[in-house]
Structure formats: C-alpha cells, structure tokens
C-alpha cells in the first residue's frame, strides 16, 4: 500500500471521528450541516485499510508478526476507542460513577484461540495478544463517570485480526493436517462468533466479507477494476439496502477509484510507489492515539449530567 494511500486513509478516519464524537452522534458541538459531510468523507478509510491488509498479506515474509501487531494493536486500541467513542455516543455517564463486570469465561476463550494460534502461527507474541485481545473482551468498566473499557463493541482492529486469521487460514489449509485444520476451524468460528460480530463493522460481518472479497480479486487478471467495483457494491448493500442511509455511499467514490489505480499499476507491472517502512509504527500508532486525544477532549468538554 502506497504512502499516499495511507495518508489518505489516515486523514479520511480522523475526520470521521471528530464528526463521530464531536458531531450529531456525539457531543452535538459541531452543527448536522458539518459533521455529516464528516461523517461522508470517513466512509473512505476503511476500504482503504481492508484492501491494504489484503495487499500487505499477500505480500508479507511473516504472517505470524503481522497477525500479532493486528492484535496487540487492537488491545491498545480499546481504551482509547472506548473513550472516544462508546463513552460520549452510546452510554453517557449517568448516575452511576463506577462499573465493573468481567466474564470469566473470555479468558478460557483467549487461552484456547491462543494455544490455536501459537501452535499454527509458530508465534509466541502473536499468540500472547490473542490472549489478551479475547481475554479483555469479557471486561466493562467505568471509572469516574466515564466509560474506560466497554468488551460490548470492540474496535475496528479486531476485524481486521478476524480477517488475517481467515486469509492465514485460505492459505496454510492444503498444507495442514486434519488435527491443525480442525483446530483452526474451531478456533476461527469461536473467534467470529464471540468477537466478530461485536467488533467496529462486525455486523453481518460486512468487514469482513470486504477483506476477504478484496483479497480474492486480488488475484484476478485486472484486479484494480474488479476491486473497486466491488468496494462500491459492497457499499450499496451496506450502507445503502442495509443502512438505508444512501448519501454514505457517496464516501466510497473516490478510495474505489484509487484502489482501481493502484490495483491497475501493480497488475501492469509499473512501479507503484511503496511506503517507507520506518513509517509502519507511526501508522500503527496513530489510530489508538489520535481516539485517546479525541476521548479527553470529550470527557473534559462533556456537559454536566451526561
């Protein structure tokens, strides 16, 4: 994925979230007129982000550390989104000040996909964060009136997780034997049924059925085009026919068209330009950072009772 599409993806996502926390669906400080073309503008960002996983997995030397910085990057991910965005959205402080619950049976969960992932993946740090990631989810918390961690909706990292765990799966399954295919089938349905479909975009697991249709047509002889054709009927099932909220599709015109590009070059064999690896952690850390900033502001700016 080009440094120009990550740096798109990154702008359109932090415009989005003011609009989300700041907007109508938040605070209400920014005016309707304002944050829903916010809200528009956002929808761009994670096609952006699933055709870069499929592309950056089909790519990568080591699936095992790419799956784990997925994962450990969602357990960093949490806190901040939480605060951003399920505290000042969802669940307003109220008159309760403090809130603690913890499902036990999360941490069995986490045991049982991280021996799974440890055994199949060959990664001691990716199978430590799936435990915590599966782990953490089982926690609710609220500290001062304000939401802390919320285990109910998980961040958007864990689709993305989800994901690589499907891809890794689509390309170890011919050369496992029937003891690692049945244990990463198991793993897998567990993971989808108790964290996918609380996940950001884990309804009818729509983000997911976008990474992986986006990697399937990577492999097509124009896969630009049929990428971006599908990021666009994608869109119209999702946004539109589901959501009936068409305008939201609006968002998705312009990334369908840089993946058609970027798609085209690489199939052409030009030279599409890559990104400066010295940037990955500057990436990888800006979504959890720029959530925590916006979930401070939030709390500081929520008004009294809220």
């Not at 901040?80 to 959205?89: D, E, I, M, S």
């Amino acid at each position: 994925m080009s440094i120009l599409l990550k740096w798109f993806a990154l702008v359109t996502m932090t415009i989005d979230h003011v609009g989300a926390v700041f907007g109508w669906s938040g605070l209400d400080l920014i005016p309707f007129a304002i944050s829903q073309p916010m809200r528009i503008i956002g929808r761009a960002a994670f096609p952006l982000y699933a055709w870069g996983l499929a592309a950056g997995w089909r790519r990568t030397r080591s699936p095992g550390r790419y799956f784990g910085n997925l994962a450990a990057c969602a357990v960093f991910s949490q806190l901040p989104f939480t605060l951003a965005l399920y505290g000042a959205n969802l669940h307003p402080s109220g008159a309760v000040p403090f809130y603690f619950a913890f499902r036990p049976g999360y941490v069995l969960l986490g045991l049982g996909l991280s021996a799974a992932v440890g055994w199949l993946a060959r990664s001691r740090a990716a199978a430590f964060w799936t435990f915590l990631a599966a782990a953490l989810a089982g926690l609710q918390l609220k500290a001062g009136g304000f939401w802390l961690w919320a285990g109910e909706d998980l961040n958007v990292l864990y689709t993305l997780t989800l994901a690589a765990a499907c891809l890794g799966l689509r390309d170890s399954w011919r050369g496992w034997g029937v003891a690692q295919r049945a244990t990463a089938a198991t793993a897998l349905a567990a993971a989808l049924a108790f964290l996918g479909l609380r996940a950001d975009y884990g309804t009818g697991f729509v983000g997911l059925l976008l990474v992986l249709g986006l990697a399937l047509l990577g492999r097509a002889q124009r896969p630009g085009p049929a990428q971006a054709v599908y990021v666009l009927a994608w869109g119209a099932v999702f946004y539109g026919c589901y959501q009936q909220n068409w305008p939201m599709l609006a968002g998705l015109l312009l990334p369908a068209a840089l993946i058609a590009a970027q798609g085209g070059m690489a199939s052409a064999g030009l030279p599409a330009r890559r990104w400066n690896p010295g940037w990955k952690h500057f990436f990888y850390a800006w979504y959890p950072a720029h959530l925590l900033v916006l979930g401070v502001l939030s709390a500081w700016l929520r008004p009294a009772g809220q």
